[in-house]
């Protein structure tokens, strides 16, 4: 035992999970260098089993209807973060007239990051693809120009520039899902790793 | 602004060490990526993230992911073709077989 | 050196405050295995509730026998709003345990058997496994030339300032010179600068001496440096370098 050693305040809030401290920056985390993306060239696709694809350039995401969710984030590394206000495209507005019988998807980065969700995750005004943040641009070191937005999920899930998502038959773990990470990664039941 | 946000493979020492006897910041390792050859302490490793990246200096190909929980190490080396250890000579070896 | 590792619990025997925000702590390890110069040590400290956060730091010197067991130095720089660092400098006491692992690093190492010119390079508390080297040379009776280009932000902000002042004038073959980046000392020569090609280029030694580089500081000032020096003419493998972020 350290004597006085206390540590970052770990919050005993009820409504905070299991095992997460509240912050008030946004700590940066990345697995890699940061991808710069030019708006011009900049596209989201959503690529289904059947190899089918959907396309939305820049222009083509600002033109959908637009919301701006604020919601608590909760990050693997413990922090967490409250009331954090986005602008972005609900994927129930992507996903609408997508013909699909996938039940996962992966979602996949500029730079190469990947993780995995089941897509009803993606469904029912749970997630988004978030451009704008504390109403401005997303900074790049974020994951602008965009990210997927998964708050019910371990912020890992949340890809930081997001390129698309690809509809899967089965469940295929991403970039930190094979090396130990849980598949489904809910902070309330404070699913971090496999077996978990 | 260019990306500092990376240190270098020397700092993979500790934690690999709780896995292996042998100190892998002295061997060397080869990208799949890109086939350079090159010293693991070489390696630019983010460590500000939910594990340890370890990516080639020379093509930012990933070749070491290292996670740590309370009771489990994951260690994902899927994207180095092979490490090449520095072994004592006075130790007896079984030559090819 | 190949066995795996585990922690040791030590205790600290003796402080010194070296700058205002970087403090020495010497601590008594039983059974430290010895190391080399430039390799770390984790330190890990233990809340009442099990709660435990862990950082490396350089080992500033070669190990002294003390009358409880073996002592190793580490100076620790103060990271605002850092979890380690504030306690390890505000309220860690003598005598109070700290778990210890190590050593670690085989790379960023310099070997007493070594007879090259060296070039040390570093930036704020990057010259911590730098001093080790400089202390293990002398300790060794090594007389391998060597240079310590060394900047910081102000005079104050020298780490090991008196030390390094008497061995630049009593250790045989050491040339310690300064870099500073916002404030220099009075009746200094030049304006405050960040380091660069001029100042590495007459620090230095010629690339055709085949020189040990080690850089070690800030990560945008080691690729700097490190930059600077390949530019230069020096093999890549003969400059080895040591990133540190901003984790406290």
């Given amino acids: 035992m350290s004597p006085g050693f206390q540590g970052r305040p770990r919050s005993a809030e009820p409504a905070l999970p299991p095992g997460q401290y509240l912050t008030q920056d946004f700590p940066v985390l990345s697995a890699g260098p940061t991808p710069k993306v030019p708006l011009d060239t900049w596209e989201f696709v959503i690529t289904t089993e059947t190899g089918a694809e959907y396309r939305w350039s820049w222009d083509e995401l600002m033109a959908l209807p637009q919301e701006t969710p604020t919601v608590d984030i909760h990050c693997v590394t413990r922090w967490s973060k409250r009331d954090t206000t986005w602008q972005g495209v609900s994927l129930d507005t992507l996903l609408d007239g997508v013909d699909t019988g996938a039940h996962y998807v992966q979602a996949h980065s500029y730079g190469g990051y990947t993780t995995n969700l089941p897509l009803d995750d993606l469904r029912g005004g749970r997630a988004w693809v978030a451009h704008t943040f504390e109403g401005a641009p997303l900074p790049a070191e974020h994951g602008g120009p965009a990210r997927l937005l998964v708050p019910h999920l371990y912020f890992w899930k949340s890809a930081k520039w997001v390129r698309g998502i690809r509809l899967t038959p089965t469940d295929e773990p991403g970039f930190w899902e094979t090396a130990g990470y849980h598949d489904y990664g809910d902070p309330w039941r404070e699913q971090r790793y496999q077996g978990d | ?97 | 050196m190949t066995a795996p590792l585990r922690w040791r619990v030590a205790r600290l025997v003796e402080r010194r405050v070296e700058t205002p925000s970087a403090h020495t702590l010497v601590l008594e390890v039983p059974d430290w295995p010895g190391h080399v110069p430039g390799q770390h040590v984790d330190l890990r400290l233990t809340a009442e509730d099990g709660y435990q956060a862990a950082r490396s730091y350089s080992v500033a010197g070669p190990v002294v026998d003390g009358t409880g067991g073996p002592r190793i130095e580490v100076t620790v720089q103060r990271v605002p709003d850092g979890e380690v660092s504030p306690y390890l400098i505000d309220t860690y006491a003598e005598g109070d345990p700290v778990e210890v692992r190590g050593p670690v690093g085989g790379w960023f190492v310099w070997r007493p058997e070594e007879t090259a010119p060296v070039l040390l390079v570093g930036g704020g508390s990057g010259v911590v496994p730098l001093m080790a080297m400089i202390r293990a040379r002398r300790a060794a009776g090594n007389r391998a030339p060597f240079r310590l280009l060394y900047s910081v932000r102000t005079p104050d902000d020298v780490i090991y300032a008196d030390e390094l002042r008497r061995r630049a004038r009593d250790d045989f073959g050491l040339d310690v010179a300064y870099v500073y980046t916002r404030q220099t000392p009075p009746g200094w020569r030049g304006e405050p600068h960040r380091i660069g090609l001029a100042d590495v280029n007459s620090h230095g030694w010629p690339p055709d001496l085949e020189p040990l580089c080690y850089v070690c500081g800030p990560t945008g000032f080691v690729e700097t440096v490190a930059d600077l020096l390949v530019g230069l003419g020096h093999q890549s493998r003969r400059v080895k370098t040591e990133r540190f972020g901003p984790t406290g």
């Fill in chain 2, 1 to 97: 602004m260019t990306d500092m946000s990376y240190l270098d493979g020397n700092m993979l020492d500790g934690p690999l060490r709780e896995l292996f006897a042998v100190d892998l910041s002295t061997a060397s390792g080869r990208c799949e990526n890109c086939g350079m050859l090159g010293p693991m302490a070489g390696l630019r490793v983010y460590s500000h993230a939910p594990g340890l990246v370890g990516r080639c200096p020379n093509c930012s190909g990933v070749m070491l992911r290292l996670v740590r929980s309370p009771d489990r190490a994951w260690l994902d080396l899927r994207g180095s073709t092979y490490l090449q250890v520095p072994m004592p000579l006075d130790q007896p070896h079984p030559g090819p077989l």
